[in-house]
């Protein structure tokens, strides 16, 4: 699994680098002397490098008639276009927190959607998937820590909604697939807790997606496998911050899930790191000494579409 950690998802933004509305957009401007030209959205004044935001985005260059106006005035949200402006000139996505990040990535895209910044794209998509991957680290963490704890209890549940809805009200494909992936890396156990059954409710879309990835016809019949009790090849008990569970594996009796993957252990099982002589390191065997066992105790069963 860890569908989020897949380096190779980055083949699926071919679209927008090879998109010839994008091919204006060219990343390696950089601004030099003292600020030449003035933005303005309303109550909003920003002074900027006409050379940066005319060779980093089409239609400012276009607006500003290649760099020979100095003054233009732009429709829309303030805030959008201060996103925009601080990407054009530092290659960041700006936010305080996690939850600003998720509405600010939302709001980014938007902006790059709009002024044809195609490198502004890109870095909503890959920070998004870095917001996500934290979100199921966390997750898991918890959850493995608190059976009865769920998703809603998050402090960045209700910002993840917003670009969820955000992603799905603008058809944003790509985004799409990274929240499908998110409820993969969750093993599904999000489908479980009713904060994010109401989520689903009120996103039929976002459900009718997960269901197709998963091969079932309605996620309330997808059975999902519990909290692994420990992993399969480095045999800890406990995950440490940085770790989480990439796989789950059902037990003897196909009901009940007795061990699993941690993403370490996938990790270099992928590489092929794993031989048949290979020793345990004194860190995997110190880790598969912490912990007490854990149990799943609610969550049993494979992963299938319990409709006859």
Known sequence: MSGLWDNDYSYKTTDIITNPEFQGSRSNVRADGQPDATIVCGSGVWEVHLKVVCGR???????????????????????????????????????????????????????????????????????LKQLLKRMVVQYQHLKCENLDWDIGNLAVFDAFKACLRAAYGTNIKLMKELFVLFVEDTHYWVLKEQPFREVLDSTPEYAADICRKAGVR???????????????????????????????????DG???????????????????????????DEEEEDGEQGEEEGDGELDGKERDEES
Request: proline share 4%.
């Open 57 to 127: 985005s089409p239609v400012l260059n276009d607006l500003l008639k290649g760099g020979a106006l100095s003054h233009v005035r732009l429709d829309g949200d303030p805030e959008v276009i201060s996103l925009l402006l601080h990407f054009l000139s530092s290659g960041d996505i700006s936010y305080n927190n996690d939850e600003e990040h998720f509405k600010n990535v939302a709001r980014a895209w938007d902006a790059g959607w709009q002024f044809k910044v195609g490198d502004l794209l890109l870095e909503c998509l890959e920070q």
């Open 218 to 252: 309605d996620y309330r019949r997808l059975r999902v496998l519990g909290i692994p009790t420990h992993c399969i090849f480095c045999f800890s008990t406990v995950l440490s911050p940085d770790n989480h569970w990439a796989d789950v594996v059902p037990g003897e």
């Open 255 to 281: 009901s009940r899930t007795s061990s699993g993957s941690c993403y370490k252990c996938y990790q270099k099982l992928d590489d092929n790191d794993y031989g048949d002589d290979d020793e345990m390191s």
